[in-house]
């Protein structure tokens, strides 16, 4: 079984930048696509990119595009979120996800039918 640990979640200025990480232990994540969700406080959670297992086919949401990248090392098993030009509106629990289909389907699916979840890490911009 994989299990997902988020980190490097904090709070930045309007402007500013952050990093997340995605570890995965328990089982190879290799296969797996992999993407970051958020939620927003009061607001359904939403798609923000994906990535596919070999590290190509990146897809991003169009309120990200541009100013995140996603990013993986197989090699470590981790994902990672580049997180540029941030805005209060950024302001989410960012989530980890691990799945078997591509970054083009992941998007559409609902949360329950996504493989494995992290816990989260939060990350606030201030204005």
């Known amino acids: 079984q994989v299990h997902l640990v988020e980190s490097g979640g904090g709070l930045v200025q309007a402007g500013g930048s952050l990093r997340l990480s995605c570890a995965a232990s328990g089982r190879t994540v290799s296969g797996y696509s992999m993407a970051w969700f958020r939620q927003a406080p009061g607001k359904e959670r939403e798609f923000v990119a994906a990535i596919d297992w070999r590290g190509g086919s990146p897809y991003l949401a169009d309120s990200v595009r541009g100013r995140f990248t996603i990013s993986r090392d197989n090699a470590k098993n981790t994902v990672f979120l580049q997180m540029n030009t941030l805005k209060p509106e950024d302001t989410a629990v960012y989530y980890c996800?691990?799945?078997?289909?591509?970054?083009?389907?992941?998007?559409?699916?609902?949360?329950?039918?996504?493989?494995?979840w992290g816990q989260g890490t939060l990350v606030t911009v201030s204005s």
């Open positions: 996800v691990a799945d078997l289909h591509p970054p083009l389907t992941i998007p559409t699916m609902s949360a329950m039918d996504l493989e494995v």
